[in-house]
């Protein structure tokens, strides 16, 4: 190397700014990194790939499909109609009769609902009954669906009979209708029940049957769950080929009103699906830790879908129909014809309103008188109720206990439980049947004795009851205030109280068969006799009592 000949750096050359490095790598780095690629490249291939095997399937299934509703009839999807090539959309077209075309909106949703159970309810003339007979036909061309559709009497399915006749005979040719057992056999073997359920008793019918749809027109109309939850049990099949469905209708109130919003409309906003709960607890229903393919995991999804009448542009264009629900009273417009969940249907105690009659909780004095009232049940749910008497002889129900499965050793348990800070009560009731023997064995209310918890017999006049208990519930034109308060946290009392319905063979008394067990421990507890008790004169004489000091420093 010569003096003129500059010295080699050492290192990796300086970059200037804003240059990358383009430096070498290793051999080794260099296949890692083709390897990596050719992987890469290999599975976008495969994606790719299975996508459009994927879509081949569907068209090769729609085409099968197409084919089937030329020869034989049945119902298309207007989604995979639209995926078949035009020559066939084209013979389809030619060969085929639209008979019913769902309206935009809900009764779509509905019709394509995958939700296990799912309540299409709201306003009248929404198309629900129509979409109903629709959806009984998803599986009609499996030989192994079996459906049952059903209303509270065999009559009230006369229109529903009549209206599958003008339609499935068309979708299905060859589909045949058997008066004696109201059944329709469709071609494939694929049979439909359309039956009614009256009584609770009369859901034991299907015992030992099985469906794979089942339908209820009016759900309304049962006052409790009980029919619905016994005909899940009837819901199943072997064939993996076919989805269970149960769907059901509704109008807003009825005696049924009280269940269905809890089961349905409560627990998530319209159109949201929702995991199924328990209607009493509102915990979410699950598997046992010890299933085989879901331990602990919720059981199955539900789903509310709103109707209203505009959604159904048939009855909407001409307004008339519109015009007769308009010319209700507010309580049936409103729930008719706005699908108003919140009101009730003849409402027994109208004067009731959330934003006078509940509060929120705040500390009872300690010198205000306690009533304790009770209406006990073991499969039913047992109230308790707890009240206390202000100086102006006003109730505030500020404790309630509201659960089934209780024993009276362990109803006991839970009200000392919830006793322990509380002042003696000045008056404890329990309905009167407690105290009834069947045999030599201890009645409820010896049992509840027993246990420290001690109570007498409620006054159970019904009629008096329910006026002393709309007489609370009126504003005092005094003070201008009602005489009863409750607390929000009481939300048993707070729900079932506005939508308990009046009875319909006895306009003066409440609806037995309907959710009234807060009602009657509140009965009890406004049947109470407030003798003796504190009042505004009292206390008054109280405040004017005057205190003078004889040592002004130490003020005693």
Known sequence: MTESTPKRK???????????????????????????????????????????????????????????????????????????????????????????????????????????????????????????????????????????????????????????????????????????????????GATALFSYVDKDTDAARYQGQSFTWIGIDELGHYPTPYVWNYLRSRLRTTDTTIDTYMRASANPGGSGGWWIKKMFIDPS?????????????????????????????????????????????????SGEYEA??????????????????????????????RAVH??????????????????????????????????????????????????????????TALEEFDPPMNVSVLDGACWSKHGTGPSIAETLTRNGVRFIPADKNRMAGKIELHRRLMMNEKTGEPRMRIFSTCTNLVRTLPTLPLSRTNSEDVDTKAEDHAYDALRYMCMTRQTGLPHAGMMNRVKEQTYTPINQIFGY
């Open 324 to 353: 007769m629900l308009l010319s209700l009273p507010e309580v049936e417009r409103r729930r008719l014809l706005e699908g108003d969940w919140d009101v009730a249907d003849g409402a027994a105690f109208s004067e009731f309103d």
């Open 358 to 415: 509940v509060v929120e909780p705040f500390e009872i004095p300690y010198n205000w008188p306690r009533i304790r009232a009770a209406d006990y049940g073991y499969s039913s749910p047992s109230c308790v109720l707890w009240g206390a008497v202000d100086w102006d002889n006003n109730f505030w129900i500020y404790r309630e206990l509201y659960s089934s499965g209780y024993t009276g050793e362990t109803l006991a348990a839970m009200i």
């Open 269 to 317: 906003p319209p159109n949201d699906p929702f995991w199924a709960t328990d209607i009493d607890t509102g915990k979410i229903l699950l598997h046992g830790i010890n299933h085989p393919q879901r331990p602990g995991q919720p059981l199955f999804q539900r789903r509310f879908i709103p109707a209203r009448l505009t959604d159904n542009p048939h009855l909407a264009e």
């Open 10 to 188: 050492s290192g990796r050359p300086k970059l200037k700014d804003g240059e990358k490095g383009n430096y070498h790598v290793s051999r080794v780095e260099k296949k890692k990194r083709a390897t990596r690629k050719r992987i890469k490249s290999l599975k976008n291939a495969e994606a790719k790939a299975k996508k459009k095997l994927d879509s081949l399937n569907d068209k090769s299934a729609n085409i099968k499909h197409a084919e089937k509703l030329m020869r034989s009839g049945g119902l298309a999807v207007e989604e995979n109609v639209k995926k078949l090539p035009k020559s066939v959309r084209a013979r389809l077209d030619d060969h085929t009769q639209i008979l019913f075309n769902p309206n935009d909106g809900p009764q779509t949703d509905f019709l394509a609902a995958p939700e296990k159970e799912v309540l299409y309810g709201g306003a009248a003339g929404g198309g629900k009954s129509f979409a109903m007979l629709m959806d009984l036909l998803r599986y009609a061309h499996n030989p192994n669906h079996r459906a049952l559709l059903l209303r509270r009497t065999l009559a009230e399915l006369t229109e529903l009979i009549d209206q599958s006749r003008k339609i499935y005979p068309q979708a299905f040719p060859g589909a045949i209708f058997r008066e004696s057992k109201n059944t329709w056999s469709f071609p494939s």
